[in-house]
């Protein structure tokens, strides 16, 4: 991560947020942190994941896989307080760019009508890592902020008017956990990363299959640095770019 002092809070004068994400587990390396905290302050969240992670389990195979995932999904949301988790059903691990998968992002963004998107890292390496980023992640960056200007376009998806979904042209901004560039934070109380880990031991199989991995060092540990470059405790470090 950056060494960076220069982080900017992330604005908070918002309602709605829509979490848009690969795959069960990607909000929960510390972004689901600050939906806790945003759902304490009352606001509303929904959660949208493209696929339901069905290729992420090397000893199940996916039709097993993939409804163990939505339940662990499930179980992570409600730890941060957060009630409505949708599934687009793309296929895990052969995410594709294109129109289908813009206007699926779409549809969710004009009926959802949030003002802020989170989403994860979709830049080629994670912080500290020399491995690439995982394809889905590559793709649904790309496709996910082409498609906040789809919503607020009432010519393209015109199929989504006939649905009866106005142009949403609300979205201010697109933040990106776990990006190697962070802009702005969020800062956390101890409750809301003790809510964040327990949002991550919720996928207990998929991390039984990680091997040893210590889930709450880690997001201490990255909470801890966020906070340092922020001046604050501790902290959910972003990536935001306009929408």
Same mark, same amino acid.
């Given at each position: 991560?950056?060494?960076?002092?220069?982080?900017?809070?992330?604005?908070?004068?918002?309602? +709605?947020?829509?979490?848009?994400?690969? /795959?069960?587990?990607?909000?929960?390396?510390?972004?689901?942190?600050?939906?806790?905290?945003?759902?304490?302050?009352?606001?509303?969240?929904? !959660?949208?994941?493209?696929?339901?992670?069905?290729?992420?389990?090397?000893?199940?195979?996916?039709?097993?896989?993939?409804?163990?995932?939505?339940?662990?999904?499930?179980?992570?949301?409600?730890?941060?307080?957060?009630?409505?988790?949708?599934?687009?059903?793309?296929?895990?691990?052969?995410?594709?760019?294109?129109? $289908?998968?813009? +206007?699926?992002?779409?549809?969710?963004?004009? +009926?959802?009508?949030?003002?802020?998107? #989170?989403?994860?890292?979709?830049?080629? /390496?994670?912080?500290?890592?020399?491995?690439?980023?995982?394809?889905?992640?590559?793709?649904?960056?790309?496709?996910?902020?082409? =498609? #906040?200007? $789809? *919503?607020?376009? +009432?010519?393209?998806?015109?199929?989504?008017?006939?649905?009866?979904? *106005?142009?949403?042209?609300?979205?201010? !901004?697109?933040?990106?956990?776990?990006?190697? /560039?962070?802009?702005?934070?969020?800062?956390?109380?101890?409750?809301?990363?003790?809510?964040?880990? =327990?949002?991550?031991?919720?996928?207990? #199989?998929?991390?039984?299959?990680?091997?040893?991995?210590?889930?709450? =060092?880690?997001?201490?540990?990255? =909470?801890?640095?966020?906070?340092?470059?922020?001046?604050?405790?501790?902290?959910?470090?972003?990536?935001?770019?306009?929408?």
């Amino acid at each position: 991560m950056t060494t960076s002092t220069t982080l900017q809070p992330l604005r908070d004068d918002w309602t +709605r947020a829509l979490t848009v994400v690969a /795959h069960p587990d990607d909000l929960e390396y510390g972004a689901s942190s600050a939906l806790a905290r945003w759902t304490s302050q009352g606001k509303a969240i929904t !959660e949208l994941l493209v696929t339901r992670g069905e290729a992420g389990i090397d000893t199940l195979p996916p039709q097993e896989s993939g409804p163990l995932r939505v339940q662990e999904q499930l179980a992570s949301a409600r730890a941060v307080g957060v009630e409505s988790v949708e599934f687009l059903d793309f296929p895990d691990g052969t995410l594709e760019y294109g129109l $289908d998968l813009r +206007r699926a992002i779409a549809r969710a963004i004009r +009926r959802h009508r949030p003002e802020l998107i #989170v989403s994860i890292n979709f830049r080629d /390496h994670f912080p500290g890592s020399t491995s690439y980023n995982h394809a889905d992640h590559r793709v649904l960056g790309p496709a996910l902020l082409d =498609a #906040v200007r $789809d *919503a607020a376009n +009432r010519w393209v998806f015109t199929e989504l008017i006939d649905e009866g979904l *106005a142009p949403w042209s609300g979205v201010r !901004e697109v933040a990106f956990a776990a990006a190697p /560039h962070p802009t702005h934070f969020v800062e956390l109380s101890e409750a809301d990363l003790d809510a964040g880990i =327990a949002s991550l031991d919720a996928h207990e #199989v998929y991390l039984a299959n990680l091997g040893d991995f210590d889930q709450k =060092a880690f997001l201490r540990s990255n =909470a801890e640095e966020a906070g340092a470059q922020a001046g604050v405790g501790l902290a959910v470090a972003f990536e935001v770019l306009p929408a």
